[in-house]
């Protein structure tokens, strides 16, 4: 095994393909000095991490300022849930919901701002209100103009592998190989992406932990997540407070912290390039520890 005088290397941890992600506004996210940390800020009044703790305006700008004060580099801003078993709304309610908090968060200046929605008229008014990155659960397949609307205004896009939808996804899923058919499946995504004039330093992609997989797959996915860098784009990994932790641990959903932590700990040393928690500053601990450990003799404070 190659990497090292021990020859150990790359069973403990895996090289991070940089990327440069550029925004709108000039800015840039880049992921060669460390993995970036995106917090989950949900509008919504039934989210399965927070039960709508959130849903009012004023609580959910302040949980905004007090992420991007804890050094989030992106806070996720969503107005529709997406948890197993959970309805759509309209795209008129998803944006009373997030507009005003986007609006609010984005005149702050400092963190980027993603939109996390299926709907093209969410996405185009979020980034009218200042959002930078879309974040498409459904990989720009729910809406046949958000490709389109991405392209034109030149926006990142993460795209996520689900399988179902999210009133369905936990029904049964079923894969022969799990972690192949989610490359092969995000693999087409972007060149769907790409062939719809969305260009490549712009998408990343995100194996979707809990969307349409049994705690099995989600944790073969995690343990393999290097793999996926054979997709060439930055890799986002979402694992905070899922049910695969409270299995794991047999914890509720306020239990699942540490669970959570560990698992941003293999995602970092497995190179991922962002990470979507709802706990900022753990998070961020944990990255700058693991990036320390990555870099060994070259690390600096």
Known sequence: MAGGPTGHRDAFWHERPAFRIPLPSGKV?????????MGVLNVTPDSFSDAGRY???ELAVEHGRQMAASGA????????????????????????RALPVIEELAADGGVAISIDTQKAEVARAALDAGA?????????????EMAALAAERRVPVCLMHMQGSPKTMQVNPTYHE??????????????????RGIERERLLVDPGFGFGKTPQHNLELLRRLHE??????????????KSTIGAILNADMGERLYGTLASVACAVMAGCHVVRVHDVRPALDVVRVCEAIRQGMRWRP
């Open 73 to 96: 580099d992106i806070v996720d801003v969503g107005g529709e849930s997406t948890r197993p078993g959970s309805e759509p709304v309209s795209a008129e309610e998803e944006k009373q």
């Open 29 to 37: 996210l880049d992921t060669q000095r460390r993995a970036l940390v």
């Open 55 to 57: 849903f009012c305006r």
């Open 228 to 241: 996926l860098h054979a997709l060439r784009c930055p890799v986002v990994v979402g694992t905070s407070r």
């Open 178 to 195: 799990v972690v192949s058919e989610v490359i092969q499946w995000l693999a087409q995504r972007v060149e769907f992406a790409a062939s």
């Open 132 to 144: 930078q990155v879309i974040n498409d659960v459904s990989a720009l397949r729910a809406d046949p």
